[in-house]
């Protein structure tokens, strides 16, 4: 039983098949049981003065050029990279706006299944993360191509 209040609760913007739920399902589970080897450390940018993930890197300074505000980022690309930071889905916060709105129906018609698009009222921002697990450098490849062709 929840007890966030409708204001706090998340709302889930993007589509998915009961079908694409389920695979995402499977993949989290055998994900956890799979042995997971160093391989390296995550690698990361120097944005303003913050440290974010380099393979979202590009795509961060797009949006930052396109006036579309980040708060977070995470996309640890292999699931062989240092398992403590490696991030099982890809996600980017955005602070909502009306910019910010126009890229996430860019982005949700571009990328239609393989992104999870979650709104958070209470905290006035979009959260945008891959829906399955793996596909963490598509993501922020496909996130930069959707900054790249974003004409507010």
């Not at 380099?54 to 961060?60: D, Q, S, T, W």
């Not at 995470?74 to 889905?89: F, I, Q, R, T």
């Amino acid at each position: 039983m929840s007890l966030n209040t409708p204001e706090e609760s998340e709302v889930i913007l993007s589509h998915h098949t009961d079908a694409q739920w389920r695979r995402r399902e499977q993949e989290l589970v055998h994900w956890t049981a799979r042995e997971k080897q160093h391989k390296h450390a995550k690698k990361t940018k120097l944005l303003g003065h913050i440290n974010v993930d380099a393979e979202l890197f590009p795509a961060l300074v797009l949006l930052q050029q396109k006036q579309i505000a980040t708060e977070f980022s995470c996309a640890g690309v292999s699931p062989l990279d240092e398992p403590e930071d490696h991030s099982l889905y890809a996600y980017l916060t955005i602070i909502a706006s009306e910019r910010a709105e126009q890229f996430v129906q860019l982005t949700m018609k571009r990328m239609r299944h393989r992104v999870l698009i979650s709104f958070e009222p209470a905290r006035n921002r979009y959260d945008l993360s891959s829906f399955y697990i793996g596909h963490n450098r598509s993501f922020c490849q496909m996130i930069q191509q959707c900054a790249e062709s974003f004409e507010f």
